[in-house]
């Protein structure tokens, strides 16, 4: 009789042990998934900012050029010609950023919109490049539409040329900013 009821204590124990874990892990695995996503999303606003800081940089005269760095774990990089916007975004983020809906400055002309969803959230950082952004590729040079570039487990490396103000324009002349892949 006492092996039988050892035997029974044993399992009843061990289960008690299991849900214990179990209810610690359902508790724990969101908490750890949003830390990631706020990780992710903070490592994507320094590198835009570093983009930022290169494109101001590259402004000064025509025929400037410098390298940059883009690291990419998850998400997208956009390239909005045809509104002088580059996006990140993170379609499957566990983390409400910011307040959802709105367009919120983050550091210089950066911005974070966050579109919530039932269980995953649209996180978007826009950087506004206020001048006329181009994107070579390949030697075809694209001035509208967008570009998209998705995460890689290697950084990319970006060329940022000023090529100064196109002569045939005419009314709200920009700068010419054409991003390459290096």
């Known amino acids: ?54 494109i101001e940089e590259v402004s000064q005269a025509p025929g400037n050029v410098r390298n940059v760095e883009f690291s990419m774990k998850r998400g997208s990089l956009i390239f909005d010609m045809d ?17 959802p809906g709105a367009e919120i400055p983050i550091i210089g002309k950066i911005n974070v919109i966050t579109t919530e969803g039932l269980k995953e959230h ?15 590729e390949g030697g075809l040079l694209l001035s509208g539409g967008k570009k998209t570039i998705n995460y890689a487990k290697t950084p990319y490396k970006f060329i940022i040329k000023n090529e100064g103000i196109d002569p045939t324009c005419t009314v709200s002349c920009k700068l010419r900013i054409v991003f390459s892949i290096g």
């Open 1 to 54: 009789m006492k092996k039988g009821q050892i035997w029974v204590e044993t399992v009843i124990y061990t289960l008690i042990g299991l849900s214990l874990i179990a209810l610690v892990l359902t508790i724990v695995t969101p908490k750890i998934n949003e830390a990631k996503d706020r990780a992710v999303i903070e490592q994507s606003i320094k590198s835009l900012k570093k983009i930022s800081l290169k």
């Open 83 to 99: 509104n002088d916007l580059i996006f990140f975004e993170i379609e499957d983020s566990s983390t409400i950023y910011s307040k």
């Open 122 to 136: 649209k996180i978007s950082l826009k950087l506004n490049v206020r001048q006329d952004l181009q994107f070579d």
